[in-house]
């Protein structure tokens, strides 16, 4: 049955306008049908290609996107880069720029400290002054020349050599700082020796009226051996202590008078006699220039004046070198 129906035929008449003769077209079924399903399979297969063809674009072309946003972040990173090694490089000048700063700065310092050195005692010329070339600032004078850009090999050199810098000023640093420690201690010392050191006069006067050495005694009129010097004031002047110590004595008696005796260094003492009143009791610390008493005619004194002495081990010895040179001078010319 079903076959017979496959065989029947279906006839097609076209018919065109006006005059023109009618098409009669004669068609199995089972043609048609086929017709239609080469024709349906054919229209589906350009849609199924079409459709993959279309996909295959969406995705390159999304692809593309993608790329095209990859590139760009890869060129911002780039450029980042960039940036950050022309900020290195910068950063690598201006340290090695410092470190000329530095270098010139330890240059003066040490000359600073050669200096300090020869107000220390027993300084001897240790080193050469050394020099740099000074290096004007940044926009001063004239500057010019061709722009070569700088190599990785060039940064990696100035970074070398700035490090190196940096070693070599820290090593010298410490070496300085070490001089400079020793030169303070010596300077302390020779603060010290000096503030221990008589090298002033012990009255605001310096009128010497009898100085150390052979005389005729004031008193007796006869040749005797005067310990000490004289020197006369004004009654109540201060008398001052000719270096710092201990005061070892505070005491009167009809010979000296009012008198105190201190003790410096090296075996030294200072006596200062015939004092109106005393100001240091016994044990007391004393600096130089300190006021210790007052000028006065106590004891065997013809009137206001210092009996100003100086012992050395217990002995007298005269006061004239350890009081200021050109007063030494005016004093031989009488
Ligand atoms: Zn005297």
Redesign the pocket.
Known sequence: MKFTWFQSKLTFVIIPEANGSVVRLKLSRAALWSTIFLMLLLIGTICILTIRSLHSTVAVSLKSVEMKGRTAQLEQDLHRKNAAIEQLQNDIYGLSKQAAEVRSQMERMKRLEQDLHKLAPGSAERRKPGGQPVSAAVGAGGMGGEAFPVTEGQTHELAAATGARYTALHAEMKELASRLGQTKRQLQEKQERQQRTPDIWPTLSKIVT?PYGYRKDPFTKKLSF?????IAGKLGDPVYAVAGGVVQSVGYDKLHGHNVVIEHDNKLRTWY?HLNRTQVNRGDRVDKGQTIGQLGTTGRSTGP?L?YEVLLSGKSTDPAPYMPSHNRKKERKK
Request: overall charge neutral; proline content about 0%.
């Open positions: 009898s005067h310990r000490g010097i004289d006699m004046h009996h």
